[in-house]
């Protein structure tokens, strides 16, 4: 089974700060990577599919990047409604469907 | 507006059994992939498996951590998933959400106590 890894496992950076968290996969995943936020007692929400596609109403500021096995998610200038979890998981043809252990993004 | 409503949750007995079923509106549910995911207090995101569409004959597949006790199933007229939960172990307990990946329910609880 593929195994997804996320760095680094949790970040404090100031407000308007441009973050990048990263997800690498153990095997080749071609684009079929998703980023999810989770806001503290929150159901997860999609920001990202397709490793670079951003989720409607989603804002921009979120960003994708990556194929393969690397995989980047960047908050171009990060807002204190931000602060949450953020996991990525690979959904290709060939399940489990694993997530990555997530990173949880704190305002300084 | 989409909606995906769990219920089922609930306190069961280690050994016990629990059916969860996830209602769906608002979408084109018989078209969709739905997938049950857990989380237990505290800690990360945990696929637990999934259901394809009748186009995909309705594959199945699940994580390793409850392949044999876990099984889901789907009612496309009801547009309710399901999830089958026996043989749990203390290790089961968590909030259980059913997805489509781009809709999420807001999850139910089950816990599996003595």
């Known amino acids: 089974d593929i195994q997804m890894t996320q760095s680094p496992s949790s970040l404090s950076a100031s407000v308007g700060d441009r973050v990048t968290i990263t997800c690498r996969a153990s095997?080749?995943?071609?684009?079929?990577l998703a980023w999810y936020q989770q806001k503290p007692g929150k159901v997860p929400k999609l920001l990202i599919y397709a490793a670079s596609t951003l989720q409607s109403g989603v804002p921009s500021r979120f960003s994708g990047s990556g194929s393969g096995t690397d995989f980047t998610l960047t908050i171009s200038s990060l807002q204190p409604e931000d602060v949450a979890t953020y996991y990525c998981?690979?959904?290709?043809?060939?399940?489990?469907?694993?997530f990555g252990p997530g990173t949880k993004v704190d305002i300084k | 507006e989409v909606q995906l409503v769990e219920s089922g949750g609930g306190l069961v007995q280690p050994g016990g059994s629990l059916k969860l079923s996830c209602a769906a509106s608002g979408f084109t549910f018989s078209g969709s992939a739905m997938h049950w995911v857990r989380q237990a207090s505290g800690k990360g995101l945990e696929w637990v498996g999934r259901i394809r569409s009748n186009a995909d004959r309705y594959a199945t597949a699940y994580a390793a951590s409850i392949k044999g006790r876990f099984t889901i199933s789907r009612d496309d007229s009801k547009k309710t998933a399901y999830l089958h939960m026996n043989s749990l172990k203390t290790e089961d307990t968590a909030v259980y959400y059913c997805?489509?990946?781009?809709?999420w329910g807001q999850g139910t609880l089950v816990t599996v106590s003595s």
């Open positions: 998981q690979k959904y290709d043809s060939d399940p489990p469907f694993t």
């Open positions: 997805t489509s990946i781009d809709y």
């Open positions: 095997q080749g995943t071609s684009n079929y």
